[in-house]
């Protein structure tokens, strides 16, 4: 089974809100990180927290990693958009830190 | 800098072909993989290899073999390609170390009939 899960699947919001998307995993990690898919595109990497790390901040991202509940955040402020894509987070394990294991994502639609 | 180069960019088999994709990479990462993705499911890693020389089973390993030919160089093989084989395949490397980025290549849309 994937490591993370993401919730809600999908979102839609008006450009100027804020957009928060949730990751869940399972195991125990070194780091989680977050990405973005545009339509048809690959993967961009936005943001990396270490799991020693609480919060992190970077423009308009902030992300949030609780590692006894094995969850994170990730708050887009003042969407835009541009901001219309996939996002999805991703998982290094403390087991295995050759491995990098992704979430099933969030779509987000952000309405001009 | 190219960064992460995948061919081919679409391919149409039949079921029962076979194909190789291929994925190179300039940055000299260590680690290289191959991901699928699938409408609604994410990104299911099939195979990784975690440093020159080494090649590991994923999250779903059925019907691929990979081989790590060199440094820069990761393929996919699909010997007996099957319908449930349709997706669109990711190629990624990232430096050696846990505190590291992936880097994406554009994708192969694969489907089978």
């Known amino acids: 089974s994937q490591q993370g899960e993401e919730d809600p699947q999908a979102l839609s919001i008006q450009e100027g809100e804020n957009a928060t998307m949730n990751c869940s995993y399972k195991?125990?990690?070194?780091?989680l990180q977050w990405y973005r898919q545009n339509s048809g595109r690959g993967l961009v990497h936005l943001i990396l927290?270490?799991?020693?790390?609480r919060e992190k901040h970077s423009g308009r991202l902030r992300v949030t990693l609780d590692t006894s509940k094995k969850s994170s955040s990730l708050l887009i402020t003042a969407s835009r958009a541009a901001d219309t894509a996939s996002y999805f987070c991703?998982?290094?394990?403390?087991?295995?830190?050759?491995?990098?294991?992704f979430g099933q994502g969030t779509t987000l639609q952000v309405k001009p | 800098n190219a960064g992460v180069t995948q061919t081919p960019k679409f391919q149409v088999l039949k079921t029962g072909q076979s194909m190789t994709l291929q994925c190179a990479q300039d940055?000299?990462?260590?680690?290289m993989y191959w991901y699928r993705q699938d409408p609604g499911m994410g990104l299911r890693l099939i195979y990784y290899?975690?440093?020159?020389?080494?090649?590991d089973k994923g999250e779903v390993p059925n019907g691929y073999n990979v081989s790590r030919l060199n440094k820069r160089e990761f393929s996919l093989r699909l010997e007996s390609a099957a319908p449930s084989q349709t997706s669109v395949y990711f190629c990624?490397?990232?430096?050696?170390?846990?505190?590291?980025?992936?880097?994406f290549g554009q994708g192969t849309r694969l489907t089978v009939v």
């Open positions: 991703a998982t290094v394990p403390s087991s295995n830190t050759g491995k990098l294991i």
């Open positions: 290899s975690a440093s020159e020389g080494t090649t």
């Open positions: 990624a490397s990232r430096r050696v170390g846990s505190d590291t980025e992936a880097f």
């Open positions: 927290i270490r799991s020693n790390e």
């Open positions: 940055m000299n990462h260590n680690s």
């Open positions: 195991t125990s990690i070194n780091n």
